[in-house]
Nanobody, 118 residues
Framework: QVQLVESGGGLVQAGGSLRLACVAS????????MGWYRQAPGKQRELVGSITSGGSTNYADSVKGRFTISRDNAKRTVHLQMNSLKPEDTAVYYCNVPGPGNLVLISWGQGTQVTVSS
């Protein structure tokens, strides 16, 4: 069974940076795009950005220019570098494998909490 484990969250002041990591078990990581998602209190989970197996990236407009996704296939790890953080970035961050539409292919992990203070 494929599992996803996120880490690296924390409390940071506005303008600061954090680097999140997601480690995936199993072979699925090598052959699929990976996405970072977030869910703020009282809001629906949203896709922050994604990276293909070849390294091409896409980002939500709200994070474009501030967040960067990278991946290390050998280590089955995907990172989310978050710079110039804003209070509105406060959320639980998750990784997953994007599927058709808004679906994801793996059961959600526990996520990692990011809190940005003003």
């Amino acid at each position: 069974q494929v599992q996803l484990v996120e880490s690296g969250g924390g409390l940071v002041q506005a303008g600061g940076s954090l680097r999140l990591a997601c480690v995936a078990s199993g072979n699925i990581f090598r052959f699929n795009a990976m996405g970072w998602y977030r869910q703020a209190p009282g809001k629906q989970r949203e896709l922050v950005g994604s990276i293909t197996s070849g390294g091409s990236t896409n980002y939500a407009d709200s994070v474009k220019g501030r967040f960067t996704i990278s991946r290390d296939n050998a280590k089955r790890t995907v990172h989310l570098q978050m710079n110039s953080l804003k209070p509105e970035d406060t959320a639980v961050y998750y990784c997953n494998v994007p599927g058709p539409g808004n679906l994801v292919l793996i059961s959600w992990g526990q996520g990692t909490q990011v809190t940005v203070s003003s």
